[in-house]
């Protein structure tokens, strides 16, 4: 069974930066688009960054141009690196695939604050 852990978020003042990582276990990794969702409270979770087994990158508008999607088959790791961050940025942080088609994890807590 497939299974996703998140990591590195925190707290960082506006305007910072953080890298998260998910790793996945499972031999389809490479082949199989992945996403970055995020869940703010009382919010409904979105997704904000998609990435396709041949690196082709999407992004809510939300993101773009701040936050960068990237994968590492190898390591069945996915990336966010994410830029100029701001208060609205606040959430936990999932990964799965795109369409989703796992178990959410845990997720990783992002809050931008001073």
């Known amino acids: 069974q497939v299974q996703l852990v998140e990591s590195g978020g925190g707290l960082v003042q506006p305007g910072g930066s953080l890298r998260l990582s998910c790793a996945a276990s499972?031999?389809?990794?490479?082949?199989?688009?992945m996403g970055w969702y995020r869940q703010a409270p009382g919010k409904q979770r979105e997704l904000v960054a998609a990435i396709t087994g041949v690196d082709i990158t999407d992004y809510a508008d939300s993101v773009k141009g701040r936050f960068t999607i990237s994968r590492v088959n190898a390591k069945n790791t996915v990336y966010l690196q994410m830029n100029s961050l701001k208060p609205e940025d606040t959430a936990v942080y999932y990964c799965n695939t795109r369409p989703i088609s796992i178990g959410w994890g845990r997720g990783t807590q992002v809050t931008v604050s001073s």
């Open positions: 499972g031999s389809i990794f490479s082949i199989t688009a």
